[in-house]
């Protein structure tokens, strides 16, 4: 199934120091999209990537695609308490039926 | 509405009851989705809708789940013969079509407690 596996599981930073998030995939994708996770409830999606997009921005976000190693990185860039919550990406295969598959996410702590 | 609506938030209910989770999309959006959520874990996808057939249920995990979408919007998720190993966040999200470039909304969910 074209689900993404994330990685860390878990990353614990300071406030004002930037947060870094892998994600990878295992067949070829249309897109890839990153979700943030408060408090175990719904999602909130982040950002789209496409598969012919190297690289996008949005605000504090920045997000790369490696269609070559099959790869996605999320930056947060100076990072806030509020920040704090899971984040998940979901990668979209260019045949399948439109459902997104989720991993177990990335769990981000940033301290004040 | 201006979000995906979920009722109720929270539902307890004993072990062998039926229950019902209501999901009520984003207005025009086309396609709806189901997914269950334990603690820690990512959201397992159940089911998923495009209008009001059901494009793909291979999520769903046994024949005691079941959900119908009958107009292309409004969606329930029906559970029968509960378990404790049902309790979970049930998550509901909308896209407005079948276009794959779509971004998900997602409700807030329903906390199921089997007890």
């Known amino acids: 199934s074209q689900q993404g596996e994330e990685d860390p599981q878990a990353l614990s930073i300071q406030e004002g120091e930037n947060a870094t998030m892998n994600c990878s995939y295992k067949?070829?994708?249309?897109?890839l999209q990153w979700y943030r996770q408060n408090s175990g409830r719904g999602l909130v999606h982040l950002i789209l990537i496409r598969s012919n997009e190297r690289e996008k921005h949005s605000g504090r976000l920045r997000v790369t695609l490696d269609t070559s190693k099959k790869s996605s990185s999320l930056l947060i860039t100076a990072s806030r308490a509020a920040d704090t919550a899971s984040y998940f990406c979901a990668p979209r295969g260019s045949g399948n039926t439109g459902k997104l598959i989720f991993g177990q996410g990335t769990t981000l702590q940033v301290k004040p | 509405g201006a979000g995906v609506s979920q009722t109720p938030s929270n539902k307890v209910t004993e072990k062998g009851k039926y229950v019902e989770l209501r999901c009520d999309p984003i207005s025009g959006h086309t396609a709806l989705y189901w997914y269950r959520q334990s603690l820690g874990q990512g959201p397992e996808f159940l089911i998923y809708?495009?209008?009001?057939?059901?494009?793909?249920d291979s999520g769903l995990p046994n024949d005691r789940f079941f959900a119908v979408r009958p107009e292309g919007s409004v969606s329930t998720l029906k559970i029968q013969r509960t378990e404790r190993g049902d309790s979970a966040v049930y998550l509901c999200?909308?896209?407005?079509?079948?276009?794959?470039?779509?971004?998900?909304?997602f409700g807030q969910g329903t906390r199921l407690t089997v007890v």
């Open positions: 067949t070829s994708i249309n897109n």
């Open positions: 809708f495009q209008g009001t057939g059901a494009a793909d």
């Open positions: 999200a909308s896209s407005p079509g079948q276009g794959r470039i779509t971004e998900a909304f």
